[in-house]
């Protein structure tokens, strides 16, 4: 497709659960970030890849969350015994790498933890 | 830490009522200034890069400057289809690329 794809678009969960979220970048995007945004707050950055290393992982909140990027094509977001503090929409955004760069995002995942 | 202000938090406008937002920024060696448009539902769409104070960046209706301390997005005679939250972010000086610290938003309602 044109632009990066998330999946699934909204995901219902119990607490204590894993989930897995996807993003595919735009082709021959080789950096790719994680944001979340929650209700009534500003996006904050997760974790950056580069190719799939991740130079820049500063902004998981916990040891629940972790992410893996194959090649420079998919990625997923992986969060472990969810908590309802982890409702949000987890967007994903693919760039070209350079100043003059900007994030190309998602449409995101809405997470709900019940 | 650095910080991104954005105000009016919600902007109600009339059809062909011009204004301006304000983002208000505090940044350790300001990397770039970013505008985006968040539609309902939508991730963010890009619309600006503003790198130094006094450059000015415009896309039909909407015009972005830059100072040292905050950023305008201009709105000239708004239209219904320009209602969405606009977004501001910076990205620090010795951060990695893409590692954008975003403000709240604006929302901006236009009614015909």
């Known amino acids: 497709g044109a632009g990066v794809s998330q999946s699934p678009s909204n995901k219902v969960t119990e607490k204590g659960k894993d989930v897995e979220l996807r993003c595919d970048p735009i082709?021959?995007?080789?950096?790719l970030y994680w944001y979340r945004q929650r209700l009534g707050q500003g996006l904050e950055f997760l974790i950056y890849f580069q190719g799939n290393s991740a130079p820049d992982k500063s902004g998981l909140p916990s040891d629940r969350f972790s992410a893996e990027r194959t090649g420079e094509s998919v990625s997923t977001l992986t969060i472990q015994r969810t908590q309802q503090e982890d409702s949000a929409v987890y967007l994903c955004?693919?760039?070209?790498?350079?100043?003059?760069?900007?994030?190309?995002f998602g449409n995101g995942t809405r997470l709900t933890v019940t | 830490e650095d910080q991104v202000t954005q105000s009016p938090e919600a902007l109600r406008l009339q059809e062909g009522e011009s204004s301006s937002l304000n983002c208000s920024y505090t940044v350790s060696g300001l990397r770039g200034l970013f505008w985006y448009r968040q539609d309902p539902g939508k991730g963010p769409e890009f619309l600006f890069t503003?790198?130094?104070a006094g450059e000015e960046k415009e896309k039909e209706r909407l015009k972005a400057t830059l100072t040292k301390k905050e950023s305008f997005l201009h709105i000239t005679a708004p239209k219904p289809e320009d209602s969405a939250t606009y977004l501001c972010?910076?990205?620090?000086?010795?951060?990695?690329?893409?590692?954008?610290?975003f403000g709240q938003g604006t929302i901006l309602t236009v009614h015909p």
């Open positions: 503003l790198y130094s």
């Open positions: 955004a693919s760039s070209l790498v350079g100043d003059n760069s900007p994030l190309h």
């Open positions: 082709s021959g995007h080789t950096a």
């Open positions: 972010a910076v990205q620090a000086g010795g951060t990695s690329y893409g590692k954008l610290t």
